[in-house]
């Protein structure tokens, strides 16, 4: 059990750990695409700022220059001259920006060929003024040229920018797009690593909770293999008691045959030893009681009779010392 509890453990931190690589690749996927789309922003509005510009150029220079031949006031080309250079920035740039879209470089060519036209057309009208006079140079303005050329600019223009409000319609749709499916796939991160979460804190619980079942059923097999020791202990104290009073009973035994054999031997040594010196006097007395002994032998039946009394005096006093050696041996 608790090598599933760590196998599933490590599978969920594995899955933190790669789904937080995947939040991580989302990111920078994201961040690419946002960069991209603010770079491609910038394009369009840098294509729309500076086709506007040229046009914007081509008013003015078209505007100085009627200016000029109108009035033939050198005032007029200050204006027309300072159109006419920038123009040509402007171009650059916008050949620059629109170089990655074949579609709007081939506009940008075809609106720097009309551009040119037109600041020719201008330049003949202010030479033709300075040459010919006014009324030619106004001839050569009505003609409709000049007005043809900056048509085609502003067609051209408007034909720019209308494909850049285009990419940019496009890009916007995609940024939705791609900001839903963001939401969508953070919500969807977001619920996986809820739940992989929740579950590695789960399996993590329950491996403490093992843990700490574990811990106290070790310290419950302490507590019993103490009580058992002790158990143990008593047992074989009770066990030593029991052996030291199996010892005792086992001397006390011993003892008690010697002193009943000891006893026996003082009863047959009393029945041999009392009962001899007795008889012998009993005897002798018998002898006195019957007889008319002379005073010789009297005195002699008398020396037996006091040999056996001492004889059974002496028996009285070791048999007396035989029960005090045997009391104490006893004891």
């Not at 081939?106 to 020719?120: A, E, F, P």
């Not at 030619?136 to 050329?149: C, L, M, Q, T």
């Not at 700490?212 to 103490?226: P, T």
């Not at 008690?256 to 005897?283: D, F």
Request: net charge positive; charged share 25%; no cysteine.
């Amino acid at each position: 059990m608790k090598t599933i509890l760590l196998r599933k453990i490590i599978l969920f931190s594995i899955l933190i750990i790669l789904a937080n690589s995947l939040i991580g690749y989302s990111i920078y996927k994201n961040h690419q695409k946002d960069e991209e789309a603010r770079q491609s922003l910038k394009i369009s509005q840098g294509v729309i700022r500076y086709s506007n510009l040229i046009l914007s150029h081509i008013k003015d220079i078209e505007t100085s220059a009627r200016g000029y031949v109108i009035t033939h006031d050198s005032v007029f080309l200050n204006p027309f001259n300072r159109s006419s250079s920038n123009i040509h920035v402007s171009l650059d740039q916008l050949k620059f920006l629109a170089l990655n879209n074949p579609g709007q470089r081939r506009r940008v060519d075809s609106l720097g060929s009309y551009m040119k036209k037109r600041l020719d057309f201008a330049l003949q009208m202010i030479e033709l003024r300075n040459n010919e006079g006014l009324t030619i140079a106004i001839d050569y303005v009505s003609s409709g040229i000049g007005k043809n050329y900056t048509d085609s600019i502003r067609k051209i223009t408007n034909s720019i920018n209308e494909e850049e409000g285009f990419i940019l319609q496009q890009q916007k749709v995609a940024n939705e797009q791609n900001q839903r499916s963001n939401t969508r796939f953070a919500i969807t991160l977001f619920l996986l690593m809820s739940f992989f979460t929740i579950s590695l804190l789960i399996a993590a619980i329950n491996y403490l909770n093992q843990n700490k079942k574990k811990l106290l059923r070790a310290s419950e097999l302490v507590l019993a293999n103490k009580e058992l020791a002790f158990q143990n202990k008593e047992k074989e104290k009770r066990a030593l008691e029991l052996l030291s009073a199996n010892q005792e009973l086992s001397t006390t035994k011993n003892n008690l045959k010697r002193y009943i054999k000891g006893l026996e031997e003082m009863i047959a040594m009393t029945s041999h030893r009392v009962r001899q010196p007795i008889a012998n006097i009993l005897g002798l007395a018998d002898i006195l009681h019957q007889s008319h002994s002379s005073p010789l032998e009297l005195k002699q039946i008398i020396i037996y009779i006091k040999e056996s009394a001492f004889k059974l005096d002496v028996f009285t006093k070791e048999l007396t010392d035989y029960m005090v050696n045997l009391n104490q041996k006893k004891k």
